[in-house]
């Protein structure tokens, strides 16, 4: 291999090791933690096997030209040194010919491996782009394809063939090794995106070291935590914007590590850049950990597909030239032909090792996401008193509504409970709106409560999710499917102050991918009469509405409603922004249903604002006036009144001489016969009242012949004199509280100002929003697309503006029981929208944070839970070193297809924890910490089949007793059956939950702990099955899941048609089902 060979290999296995991410081998975290671990497998195979594969694919093709160079220049020199002419040798005459006929004919075999090397790299390295490969279809150089099968409009982006993930999990932990020894960046309290309005630059946020407070003297900026080093930062607007923060925030640490940080010297050791020669170790990383937090990250739906269609058109259009072909020099031909096939071959085994780990990240990403944590807020009058003595001993509790209600605070009187301490049970009943959270109490206690309730689904009217909001829809789906009435979200804007992370040149496509994913993904949760209103300023409107067009179709847009949100204008050049948009959509617009607008007592009086006898009403104008006036737009409607002047009696010209004003064959009017008629009846003492414009062009009425026959008799239609003399024909329009909502809202309702910032700083004080949504903009949005029974889904919840509007319209509309779903993933969740949320089913007005009337509370019981994240999910793969070992010997078609998916599959779900349930424990990033955490089996596999929960029991624990034979003969059992006998000691634990799965089947679900002794495990079962459940008499179901091997089949009557599923493959499948 000559020296450009060699360059040319370098570079390539350069940019493999970055596509691969083996260029970061001292970060331990995600993805580059798993590819470290197999990290000297994959530099092999790529630094040594991948150029043996090119050499043997040329090899037969071409020579090595060095060494018959070498053999010339040989001769020649033997020539010199005998000092004769090489001619005057027959033998090295000879030799000479040949060797020269050699190099004049052969291929030289370095020459072929630096064009395989160079075209190679020319490939990748054109789609590959800081960690992602953007879809960038090539035509030809500098010359872009996309996709297009004939639509009449198109919408393509960049990032279109890729789901969005970046999200905030990205701030939360950064950790590599250096020397042998772990440093950590974390993040504290950190900000994100929150709000849909212009924002200045000067807010920009930026890292910076996180500064030590006598709040949280527990969390320091830099500290050694068990021989780990732990650096904090905080993002935020920062007070001074010239500062360098980069440089400063280096400048700090480098600054602690020199004086009081010795040990920790190794991290200002160099490592120099192109770039930059005088870089740091430490410098890398800070750099690399911003850098992390300010590009967002892809993954492509199908890298294999694509990369094997690009790579395919980029050796027709670039490799292959027809005049290196068309030759008459066979060997030639072979040797370019073996060049596109060695091209072709190593292309293709990199594009299916990326594939390997690109739809291995993928499999993660779809992978249905654990539920992590789950809880519950109830109102007091939904709690059984039974339980009243323990709360009033929970401190905890307690301290949560002095500071969220102020009740220490209430003063008793002659007939009420006033605050005390010790807070007394009398208190609880006469404050039923009190909410309880359960995160308060223990784990025994929120079972017991939870169990105490019955059809629990059916009661709960709020479920809020703290997740990124994709993987909350992936693991809604189940349960909801064509459930959901109405979607109302507010997306972030990706105006300055809601700018989603996006690479470089890709602001529009990385908020497009984001996007359609979840739109698309929550399509299918629609019902049938559904719609979905989604909310947006100029910014981004083009492209949402087209993408709504392409998922929902466009013969399904429904309206652009504009709403003057900010009545004084937003600070930006050229027009000062005051209006938002709401883009409404249906599922079928064939059978989506919306409703009208109720109209308030004032709005009556200033719509209706006269009196006919008690009904209230406005008289309108009979003659047509705006677009379609004319009496020959619509011939039938132009025909007189007459009004008897005496009697004041309105009426219509007869029939016979209505149908002779208009002759239908030759399209014209008798205007003679309207004169005759006009002189005959004013003879008689009539006004003769046609519909004319003010210059007397002949105009047309709104309404029919017949039906203004019927409001002369009804009294609807009157005349009324006019100031010059003549007279027009009136209508009475009635009170009705009921209009049909306009495409323009307009007026204070609107103004996120007042109904929306200051709203919620009255309840919220000192909250990081600065323009979330006027209350009444969400609220008259939601009275449009659901009715009283609904469930209306927000899966970019915010400060939870949907979910308060929602209790709003419970609270003062007869008959609303609405349901919420709220979808958040920002860290003020459990700061702002679930505290919200409390605040308003509590009372519905707040002043500084305090409640102004305890009496507007509602009856309310809300479920609250968190999911797994996809960080969360690659922080548990782990890679089995047996199966390594063991499958490696089938050699490189392993490694290049199934090793990650093969060695990380019991990682991924560990079917043999099942045997212990209610201890499934999963690494999770909570506080920007990663923990060791026990994750809720239960409800997990709830959702994940979409079960409707009837009732769930507490978990029971018992000890087996095995029956001696007189027992067990005695009660017709078998040999080795046991009593169970209630032990909170026992080694038998056992939960049941009842419900309806979504095809309408009952359903019983059986979570148990499993010992070793599976003999005795499977007879705990059965005693538990036939004397211990909730409701032993009640067998009526159709399936039954529980987990482990069992054989309650035997139990079944004859009668009986239940059939039974172990848990662990339904769990399985369910969870992956989207993935695999």
């Known amino acids: 291999m000559n020296q450009n060979t060699n360059e040319k290999l370098n570079r390539f296995i350069n940019l493999l090791e970055e596509i691969f991410e083996l260029d970061k081998a001292d970060l331990d975290f995600g993805i580059y933690r798993i590819m470290n671990i197999r990290r000297k497998e994959i530099m092999k195979f790529l630094s040594e096997d991948l150029p043996k594969k090119v050499k043997e694919t040329l090899t037969p093709f ?28 027959p033998k090295l005459a000879e030799e000479y010919a040949r060797y020269k006929s050699q190099l004049a004919s052969g291929t030289d075999l370095s020459s072929l491996e630096t064009d395989v090397y160079s075209a190679l790299y020319k490939f990748f390295s054109r789609y590959y782009d800081e960690g992602d490969f953007i879809s960038k279809r090539r035509y030809k150089e500098g010359v872009y394809a996309i996709p297009y099968e004939g639509d009449e409009v198109k919408l393509y982006w960049a990032n279109a063939d890729q789901y969005y993930i970046k999200t905030t999990e990205n701030f939360r932990d950064y950790t590599f090794i250096d020397n042998g020894k772990k440093v950590h960046f974390r993040l504290v309290d950190a900000t994100t995106e929150k709000n849909n309005n212009k924002e200045s630059d000067t807010k920009k946020r930026e890292f910076m070291l996180y500064k030590e407070t006598p709040e949280r003297p527990e969390l320091k900026t830099i500290e050694e935590v068990d021989g780990e080093l732990v650096i904090r930062f905080v993002y935020d607007t920062p007070d001074d914007r010239k500062v360098n923060w980069f440089e400063a925030n280096l400048d700090a640490i480098s600054d602690a590590i020199a004086k009081n940080l010795k040990e920790w010297f190794h991290l200002l050791a160099p490592a120099p850049s192109e770039k930059k020669k005088t870089r740091t170790v430490l410098e890398k990383h800070l750099s690399t950990y911003v850098a992390k937090n300010t590009f967002d990250y892809f993954i492509h739906k199908d890298l294999r597909g694509f990369l094997t269609r690009e790579l395919d058109f980029f050796i027709k259009s670039e490799v292959i030239h027809l005049d290196d072909i068309d030759t008459t020099d066979e060997k030639r031909a072979d040797s370019y032909l073996a060049k596109v096939r060695a091209i072709k071959r190593v292309g293709k085994i990199i594009i299916d090792f990326l594939a ?46 002095r500071e969220m209600y102020a009740i220490h605070e209430i003063e008793g009187n002659l007939t009420t409970v006033g605050y005390s301490e010790p807070l007394t049970i009398e208190f609880l009943r006469q404050n039923k709106n009190l909410v309880l959270d359960t995160r308060h109490f223990s784990a025994d206690f929120k079972e017991r409560l939870i169990a105490s309730i019955d059809n629990l689904d059916e009661q709960t009217g709020g479920l809020m999710i703290y997740s990124e909001n994709f993987q909350a829809i992936n693991l809604l789906t189940e349960k909801y499917n064509g459930k959901i009435k109405l979607i109302y979200i507010d997306p972030p804007y990706n105006t300055d102050a809601s700018k989603i992370l996006y690479k470089n040149g890709y602001e529009h496509s990385s908020w497009i991918s984001l996007m359609e994913s979840r739109l698309s993904a929550s399509c299918c949760l629609l019902s049938q009469t559904g719609l979905i209103e989604v909310a947006i300023d100029d910014y981004e409107l083009r492209y949402i509405n087209c993408l709504l067009d392409l998922i929902y179709g466009i013969d399904n847009a429904i309206s652009n409603i504009a709403i003057l949100t900010n009545p004084k204008g937003r600070d930006q050049d050229f ?71 005496e009697s004041k009696k309105l009426s219509v010209i007869p029939e016979d001489q209505y149908s002779q004003i208009y002759q239908a064959s030759t399209n014209t009017f008798d205007d003679a016969f309207i004169n005759y008629l006009r002189k005959k009846y004013e003879s008689e ?48 329009d009635f009170a009705d509280d009921e209009q049909t909502p306009k495409s323009l809202w307009f007026g204070e309702r609107y103004d996120a100002s007042s109904k929306g910032t200051n709203l919620l700083e009255d309840i919220i004080p000192q909250n990081p929003f600065d323009y979330p949504k006027s209350l009444y903009t969400v609220l008259d949005n939601i009275v449009i697309g ?39 993933m920002g860290e003020y969740f459990y700061t ?65 297809h199934y090793m990650f998916d093969y060695e990380a599959k019991d990682s991924m779900l560990s079917l043999d924890a099942f045997n212990a349930p209610f201890s499934y424990k999963l690494k ?14 239960c409800e997990t596999f709830n959702y994940l089949i979409g079960l409707s929960v009837i009732r769930q029991s507490a978990t029971a624990w018992f000890k087996a007793v095995r029956l001696i034979e007189e027992e067990w003969k005695r009660e017709g059992l078998y040999e080795g059956a046991v009593r169970l006998e209630r032990d909170n000691s026992g080694e038998y634990g056992f939960k049941q939950i009842e419900g309806r799965l979504p095809d309408g089947r009952r359903a019983l679900v059986i979570w148990r702990t499993i010992t070793s002794d599976l003999i005795q495990s499977n007879a705990a079962l059965d005693s538990y099955f036939t004397k211990h459940r909730i409701n032993p008499a009640d067998r009526e179901f159709d399936v039954i899941y529980v987990n482990g091997d069992k054989n309650l089949e035997n139990l079944r009557l004859d009668d009986e048609n239940w059939k039974v599923q172990r848990i662990e493959p339904v769990f399985r499948e369910k969870m992956f089902e989207e993935a695999e």
């Open 62 to 89: 071409a020579q090595n030209t060095g060494e018959i160079k070498e053999r010339i220049a040989a001769i020649e020199k033997q020539g010199a040194e005998l000092g004769i002419e090489i001619n005057a040798s």
């Open 356 to 401: 390997q780990i690109e739809d291995f990240q993928k499999k993660l990403w779809l992978k249905k996401k654990f539920v992590v944590d789950t809880n519950w807020c109830i109102t007091l009058d939904r709690v059984d008193e039974k339980f009243y003595p323990e709360i009033i001993e929970n401190e905890a509790q307690i301290a949560e509504w």
């Open 575 to 645: 027009i000062a922004q005051a209006h938002d948009y709401t883009l409404m959509y249906a599922r079928d617009k064939r059978y989506c249903t919306t409703n009208k607008f109720t109209l308030s007592e004032e709005e009556l009086k200033k719509k209706f604002s006269k009196l006919k006898g008690e009904q209230a009403h406005r008289e309108l104008p009979l003659k047509r006036t705006g677009s379609g006036k004319r009496r020959e737009d619509r011939p039938y409607m132009f025909f007189p009144f007459i009004y008897h002047i």
């Open 685 to 732: 003492g009539y006004a003769f009242i046609l519909p004319l414009s003010e210059n007397g062009e002949y105009l047309r009425w709104r309404w029919g012949y017949k039906s203004c026959v019927s409001g002369c008799e009804s009294g609807i239609l009157f005349a009324k004199q006019l100031r010059n003399g003549s007279y027009a024909v009136y209508q009475y």
């Open 786 to 824: 659901s009715n009283e029974k609904d469930t209306v889904l927000d899966f970019f919840a915010g400060s939870g503006t949907t979910g308060h509007a929602v209790i709003e319209l419970n609270r003062t509309i007869d008959n609303s029981d609405r349901k919420y779903i709220l979808v958040e």
């Open 832 to 896: 702002v929208t679930l505290p919200r949320m409390k605040k308003v089913i509590y009372s519905a007005d707040w002043k500084s944070g305090k409640p102004q009337n305890r009496n507007t509370g509602i009856s309310h019981i809300m479920k609250y839970i968190s999911l797994e994240s996809y960080e969360d999910t690659l922080s548990n793969i782990e890679l089995d070193d047996d199966k390594h070992q063991l499958a490696m010997k089938l050699g490189d078609e392993y490694m290049i």
């Open 924 to 937: 999770i990033i909570e506080n920007n910490e990663t923990k060791l955490k026990t994750v809720d089996l």
